[in-house]
């Protein structure tokens, strides 16, 4: 191949979104190894977050909105600004984004492109770190458990803008630190994520005593992991540290660890229950989970193996224990499952080549191939009700000039009805 023609096929792509991100996507999943098309992700995550057609007041993202609006009509100085959110909020990271970008502009457009930037780069990070970790082992089966793992923390979770960020963030953290042996650089990233949300000051916490009492003792972590599993609400607002925080973190503490305010989230999320087909491909894959764990227990424990890096899989079982734990004693506790599962399936991507060779994995993996397909088509259809009918029908440039725009399942719903 010429080099004018590398040129071409390096930039076609990129061309060819301002067109139409969607088709340059699936150009740039089908040449996943190249080195431009997580980009391409990353581009069309951006695109998503410009394109949302509706924005539900339930959402965290209305909240981030109405305040970057109000900062932007306000005008209030820096020093009143961050007064403001040093005594309130110890999560100032969004509040200073907000603020930085309302003093250029106050449209909605751009603050969700700006979020989405972030978003999107985490995000776009961590899928192709799962393609990376596969290499020569991308199949068919491989790909279809690659394409409901993008989904355990989707693009839709967009929404939730502080604690989804940080979560990728905190995982893409956690690949620099252990598998890419870039560990001041994952350092930083694990550490910043409590600017961004509050509660993952508790998964610094977990990190930190993993390095000094924990590392590589998988083994335990496991035995850890499966005891908290049965645990149940303790009532852990009870021994929290709270007289030694600061201040704003007292009131946070309390607030996402009250009995109270839990049995209020619980009965309103009784009330906004989904269809059970959301739930139960999730469920085949937590199956999927467990199977592994036993593969590992037993290969590691009875057989003595070795896997490479066990010291993030000891990091990932220790942190999915707190994280039982915080599921049943705090207002977003199952949050951090999302991030538990994430990070084990991650790990999991990068140790396949070595699972593979116990029979009993290899045919579940095939036995179960399918249901990671109904997994992507369940979390497309929920994409479909949120964004703009424009990504259609063009690109940036045709949604930029669009002020008003209409999900997709909406527009699919005028031609079919039934749909």
Do not use: C
């Not at 339930?58 to 981030?64: E, L, P, Q, V």
């Not at 309130?88 to 449209?107: A, E, M």
């Not at 924990?214 to 303790?234: A, E, F, S, W």
């Not at 951090?336 to 991507?349: A, I, K, N, P, Q």
Request: aromatic fraction near 20%; charged fraction near 15%.
């Amino acid at each position: 191949m010429s080099k004018s023609s590398a040129i071409r096929d390096q930039y076609f792509p990129f061309i060819l979104f301002l067109i139409s991100p969607i088709l340059s996507l699936f150009i740039a999943l089908k040449e996943s190894k190249a080195t431009w098309a997580k980009n391409i992700l990353w581009m069309f995550v951006v695109f998503f977050a410009m394109s949302l057609a509706v924005i539900h007041d339930a959402w965290d993202i209305s909240r981030y909105i109405q305040q970057f609006k109000d900062y932007y009509s306000a005008g209030i100085s820096f020093s009143a600004f961050w007064e403001d959110i040093t005594t309130n909020s110890p999560d100032f990271l969004q509040p200073l984004i907000n603020y930085l970008v309302s003093k250029i502009t106050g449209s909605t457009m751009v603050i969700l492109t700006v979020y989405g930037i972030i978003y999107g780069y985490f995000f776009s990070r961590n899928i192709f770190f799962a393609i990376e970790f596969l290499g020569e082992n991308l199949g068919r089966v491989t790909a279809l458990i690659l394409f409901a793992v993008a989904f355990i923390i989707s693009i839709i979770e967009f929404n939730g803008f502080r604690y989804w960020t940080a979560s990728h963030m905190f995982v893409y953290g956690l690949v620099n630190y252990y598998l890419k042996e870039r560990k001041a650089y994952g350092v930083f990233w694990i550490f910043l994520t409590f600017t961004l949300h509050f509660s993952f000051s508790l998964n610094v916490v977990v990190f930190i005593i993993h390095e000094i009492a924990l590392r590589r003792r998988v083994i335990l972590t496991i035995i850890m992991y499966v005891i908290t599993l049965n645990l149940g609400k303790i009532g852990i607002e009870q021994y929290m540290p709270k007289e030694v925080m600061p201040k704003t973190y007292q009131t946070k503490a309390k607030d996402y660890t009250s009995s109270d305010n839990m049995q209020q989230v619980q009965e309103q999320e009784a009330g906004q229950s989904i269809n059970g087909y959301v739930n139960w491909p999730f469920t085949t894959l937590n199956y999927l989970s467990w199977f592994t764990i036993i593969i590992l227990l037993i290969e590691i424990w009875y057989r003595g193996r070795v896997y490479e890096k066990m010291e993030m899989l000891s990091m990932i079982f220790f942190f999915g224990a707190i994280a039982n734990l915080a599921a049943t004693n705090s207002i977003s506790g199952a949050r951090f499952l999302s991030v538990f599962s994430l990070m084990f399936f991650l790990y999991f991507m990068y140790i396949y080549k070595d699972l593979i060779q116990n029979y009993y994995f290899k045919v579940l993996t095939e036995y179960y191939s399918w249901v990671f397909v109904v997994i992507g088509i369940v979390n497309i259809r929920r994409v479909f009700d949120v964004l703009g009918f424009s990504a259609l029908l063009g690109g940036p440039v045709v949604r930029a000039w669009m002020p008003e725009d209409i999900p997709i399942i909406d527009a699919f719903k005028a031609f079919f009805p039934s749909f």
